[in-house]
């Protein structure tokens, strides 16, 4: 599986932005996927996650209630839709491949496969 993350940008604080993960193979339908982001000086952090089905979602603290992640299995593509930005949510954003079916990883040791990341710019 290779994965393709698109969609960041420039904000203004309280704005939205949509990414997208696209993943090629044929076997993104059977694994978790997750979102991570890491900011200058800081190390990576996870963001969310979500069920092979789509159906069980898994976030961050500081994210819930403004992130919401989905996937399209047919698309092959994983989304993170950011609603109500802060400038605190600058960061290079990368989704990743689980290791396994369970949802529930926020440890990137629990992904093994990692998009090339999108910069995501909120400014205040």
């Known amino acids: 599986v290779q994965l393709q993350a698109s969609g960041g940008g420039l904000v203004q604080a309280g704005g939205s932005l949509r990414l997208s993960c696209a993943a090629s193979g044929r076997t993104f339908s059977s694994y978790a996927m997750g979102w991570f982001r890491q900011a200058p000086g800081k190390e990576r952090e996870f963001v969310s996650s979500?069920?092979?089905?789509?159906?069980?979602?898994y976030y961050a603290d500081s994210v819930k209630g403004r992130f919401t992640i989905s996937r399209d299995n047919a698309k092959n593509t994983v989304y993170l839709q950011m609603n109500s930005l802060k400038p605190e949510d600058t960061a290079v954003y990368y989704c990743?491949?689980?290791?396994?079916?369970?949802?529930?990883?926020?440890?990137?040791?629990?992904?093994?496969?990692w998009g090339q990341g999108t910069q995501v710019t909120v400014s205040s």
């Open positions: 979500i069920s092979w089905s789509g159906v069980s979602t």
């Open positions: 990743a491949k689980g290791l396994t079916m369970n949802y529930r990883m926020s440890e990137a040791r629990g992904y093994d496969v």
